[in-house]
């Protein structure tokens, strides 16, 4: 069980689109975070490979800055290792393969109400659900 | 300050601001991420909030960005403007779901939770960015 956290999740997930309107009112670009991981390697494609080095670097300071305020940093990841290379290798691809997840397509194309990205979040929503259902209601349980 | 200086500044900000939501959202812990994909277990709505502010928010906040001429540090907006739906909108994000339900990351999540560095942590973002690499050479080779 995880605890309903609706006040927390709210005023992070406003965090979230703030994030990405100043994205797009800086540097008018969608905050999607599969391309600017994926463009970590090259080929670059564009001078921004600073920028997409800073902004992971920010994302990856992000829980010791929250733990520094003393706000509690919670986080439950599987120890399967198999089980998490296979769903590593799955996002990867899958996000890039889609032109988007969550933040490009799920947050940033539903805010344009980009009709691809309706029917991408659609799909690995459904997916999603699908998988969970699979491994904790008909193979583990 | 140069042009350079200030593009890193500003993202190392966003992107400290995007972490820090995505950890005090709760979107960055796999159990709780895996607990709203769970309808029919031990179902958390936590993340629908999450989704929500974060859409809401940024349909409001683009739409008074996008009302100026250019953004403030580039000469244009790079906006999306494909809208076509193509096999590969549907088997993307279909592998993509899959994978998020067997892990509870996505790209995001995954990469604040470097730095914690559990073992499934740093099993999940190699593999995530081969996954990715592996993607983005296989589009450059169908053109």
Known sequence: ?141 | MSGKFVSVAVNLGLGLLFGVGLVVSGMSNPAKVLNFLDLFGTFDPSLAFVMGGAVVVAFFGFRLATARPAPLLAERFHMPTRTDIDARLIVGPALFGIGWGLGGFCPGPALTAIGLAAPGTLAFVPAMLAGMWAARSLAARQG
């Open chain 1, 1 to 141: 069980m995880t605890e309903f956290t609706p006040v927390a999740s709210l005023a992070g997930g406003m965090l979230i689109g703030l994030s990405a309107v100043l994205m797009m009112l800086l540097e008018g670009r969608i905050a999607g975070i599969s391309g600017i991981a994926s463009r970590l390697f090259p080929p670059y494609g564009d001078g921004g490979l600073a920028g997409r080095r800073a902004f992971v670097a920010g994302l990856v300071a992000a829980p010791f800055v929250v733990a520094a305020t003393g706000a509690p940093v919670m986080q439950t990841v599987s120890s399967n290792l198999v089980l998490m290379i296979a769903a590593g290798l799955l996002v990867g691809f899958g996000s890039v393969w889609g032109s988007g997840c969550t933040s490009g397509h799920g947050v940033c194309g539903l805010a344009r109400l980009s009709r691809r990205s309706f029917v991408a979040t659609g799909v690995f929503m459904a997916t999603g659900f699908a998988t969970v259902f699979v491994m904790r209601h008909l193979i583990g349980g």
